[in-house]
């Protein structure tokens, strides 16, 4: 009996470790990674050999453990405000001990500048600040209106520019590629900052809803998702995606009832659906990917390097 009451403790415990490092998220973005190697980053190879590329691999693993790492720091500096934002997830996260996480993360941090070190000395540089910088965001910048939206969405897309400098494709068209993913991600973190109002206050975060109030936090959630009309415009016209531009004219459509839906909103509730609606315009797009006739942007790119 005592045995299989510490058997289900641990199990507890695990769980609240993968609660911790959204373990659910992780796959998803080293999914991202891959499909954004096969079909935009390095179109010219057959995905057979991006998929069997060791450094790859090291880079994406690499870029896996620097998110879980950077999910436990931001778990132990949000401690107090999660318990008034999202007390049921803050119950079962506090099952591990702030010691473990810490011996945890460290772990995962050293682990990371190993398998950089195979990579490569500039590999060695990308993560050691990739690491510093999300634990300079989460101890200071997190608290700042706008720079902490600004780096959160920064170090969101820093994995893509982990393997971007892997390939050295430096083409437009992934930069929009890019601005497009940065401008959906920034628009979350200042929705999640409507969210988390209640416990940003208590716990003295000067966001940008606490600062200034829903309704200047609206007008700029709005001015950025008007602005994402600029990268789908290059997608589409300027820049031959392949059958992707269907994700785009459909994106297009949800992010015009997201700006209905946001005016409405007034409770944690609706901030809620609004993040999660962003979240599926996110995650749809990664999959979405497999959508790119890879052929399109390799002559693509011939074109751009002539002009």
């Not at 208590?202 to 700029?220: C, H, L, N, Q, W």
Request: with cysteine; hydrophobic share 55%.
């Amino acid at each position: 009996m005592a045995a299989s009451r510490e058997t289900r403790l641990v199990l507890m415990k695990i769980l609240s470790l993968f609660s911790v490092v959204r373990g659910y998220n992780i796959p998803v973005i080293a999914l991202a990674q891959y499909l954004s190697a096969i079909f935009i980053l390095a179109p010219e190879k057959r995905a057979l050999d991006v998929i069997l590329d060791l450094n790859l691999f090291l880079i994406v693993l690499a870029s896996s453990l620097t998110i879980a790492s950077g999910y436990i720091i931001n778990n132990f500096y949000d401690a107090q405000k999660d318990l008034i934002n999202r007390p049921k997830k803050s119950m079962l996260d506090r099952l591990v001990s702030q010691q473990t996480k810490l011996h945890v993360y460290f772990s995962l941090n050293l682990i990371v500048v190993l398998l950089a070190f195979w990579v490569s000395w500039r590999a060695v540089f990308f993560y050691s600040g990739f690491i510093f910088l999300i634990w300079f965001y989460s101890h200071k910048l997190k608290k700042y209106p706008l720079i902490g939206n600004l780096t959160a969405a920064f170090l969101a897309v820093l994995p893509f520019f982990g393997i971007l400098m892997y390939f050295k494709n430096f083409y437009q068209v992934i930069f929009a590629h890019a601005t497009f993913l940065y401008l959906l991600i920034l628009t979350r973190e200042l929705i999640k900052d409507l969210e988390n109002m209640k416990g940003d206050l208590v716990a003295d975060y000067r966001t940008i809803p606490v600062m200034f109030g829903e309704k200047v936090s609206k007008v700029v959630i709005m001015a950025l998702t008007i602005l994402t009309i600029i990268p789908v415009y290059l997608l589409i016209d300027v820049y031959d995606v392949g059958y992707m531009d269907i994700y785009f004219y459909g994106g297009m459509i949800v992010i015009i009832w997201f700006l209905f839906q946001l005016w409405k909103a007034d409770s944690q509730k609706d901030y809620l659906l609004l993040h999660n609606i962003l979240k599926f315009l996110i995650v749809a797009g990664i999959f979405c990917i497999v959508l790119i006739d890879p052929s399109v942007l390799v002559n693509g790119r011939k074109l751009l390097s002539c002009i």
